[in-house]
């Protein structure tokens, strides 16, 4: 049944971070989404909801930098019963975007660390203070 699956909606903006394992992949992408990303981005939702999905996860490089996410994570909760980000975190230091970020309907959001320690993490992640906006 549909409703038991769950779909994946990558958006990837150009990542704040400079990690070890996915530089040349991520890092060298356009800041903002391109309008052909923004399409494919509307495409990949729309499949996902005239499938009947109910969860979807949003994942990607950094996808709180696209700069139309608080909008286009207030569409998607209308039409998912379970909204799951996976980003960095970075974006959240800003409290007035955290605020609006909250108010979307997600359900919830994954941040990886990658060390109990910030100098481990911001190693790992090429970025100096990550660990710190993240925590």
């Given amino acids: 049944m549909a409703?038991?699956?769950?779909?994946?909606?990558?958006?990837?903006?150009?990542?704040?971070?400079?990690?070890?394992?996915?530089?040349?992949?991520?890092?060298?992408?356009?800041?903002?989404?391109?309008?052909?990303?923004?399409?494919?981005?509307?495409?990949?939702?729309?499949?996902?909801?005239?499938?009947?999905?109910?969860?979807?996860?949003?994942?990607?490089?950094?996808?709180?930098?696209?700069?139309?996410i608080i909008e286009f994570l207030t569409w998607l909760s209308k039409h998912f019963d379970l909204i799951t980000v996976l980003d960095p975190g970075n974006k959240l230091s800003d409290k007035e975007f955290a605020k609006k970020f909250v108010k979307t309907g997600v359900s919830g959001i994954l941040i990886p660390i990658y060390g109990s320690r910030a100098e481990v993490h911001d190693l790992v992640v090429g970025n100096k203070g990550a660990f710190n906006q993240a925590v």
């Fill in 3 to 68: 409703s038991d699956k769950f779909g994946s909606i990558l958006v990837t903006p150009k990542c704040s971070n400079n990690c070890v394992f996915c530089r040349e992949a991520v890092f060298t992408k356009p800041e903002d989404l391109t309008l052909e990303d923004e399409k494919k981005l509307l495409k990949d939702a729309e499949y996902f909801i005239k499938q009947g999905f109910k969860r979807v996860d949003i994942s990607g490089s950094e996808p709180l930098k696209y700069s139309k």
